[in-house]
């Protein structure tokens, strides 16, 4: 069976089933150092359990090909995710809701530049996907005892998008530059 995950731009209401979307949107919450600098102010609920911290790590990845085979999710279930990209390309965010333990069907996002991601404790998600090239990403997840990876492996696999849907992915200059 064939089936179809089409790729949205991610908005902040599409998304808000499975976290937040990180960005620069909307008006400043404060201006600082001395007018230069405009800042936004929490913009993603962290969520760890009380036996870790949060911890920065840099993620290399290495580039994906549209269509993708979907066939792993995984989720993390002692902590929120959040992926900041350092370089300006857009990369995919794919997230499912659970069901039952495991997960439903699959949402595929394409991301602006400029925006990353916070996937809620426990949601099931893809793993990074830059599309077409590579890109650098912090992640702040949780750091600490316990087991805080889930993995399922689709039996009937999805594919996410087209290979006229790369075009999309091509990098373009920070939209909040």
């Known amino acids: 069976m064939n089936r179809i995950v089409e790729i949205e731009p991610l908005e902040a209401a599409r998304f808000a089933p499975f976290g937040e979307v990180i960005d620069a949107a909307g008006a400043p919450d404060a201006m600082i150092n001395r007018g230069m600098c405009a800042r936004f102010t929490d913009r993603a609920a962290l969520d760890f359990a009380p036996s870790g911290r949060a911890g920065i790590s840099l993620f290399l990845g290495r580039p994906y090909r549209l269509p993708l085979t979907l066939d792993l999710l995984e989720?993390?279930?002692?902590?929120?995710?959040?992926?900041?990209?350092?370089?300006?390309?857009?990369?995919?965010?794919?997230a499912a809701p659970d069901e039952n333990g495991r997960p439903g069907r699959p949402r595929a996002f394409r991301t602006a530049p400029g925006q990353g991601v916070n996937y809620r404790r426990g949601t099931w998600h893809g793993v990074l996907t830059p599309v077409g090239r590579p890109a650098l990403f912090a992640v702040v997840d949780y750091v600490g005892p316990g087991p805080n990876l889930e993995e399922y492996h689709l039996d009937d696999p999805w594919t996410v998008g087209t290979a006229g849907d790369e075009k999309a992915f091509e990098e373009t200059p920070p939209s909040n530059a």
């Open 75 to 94: 989720r993390h279930p002692l902590g929120s995710q959040a992926f900041l990209p350092m370089t300006p390309a857009p990369f995919l965010v794919i």
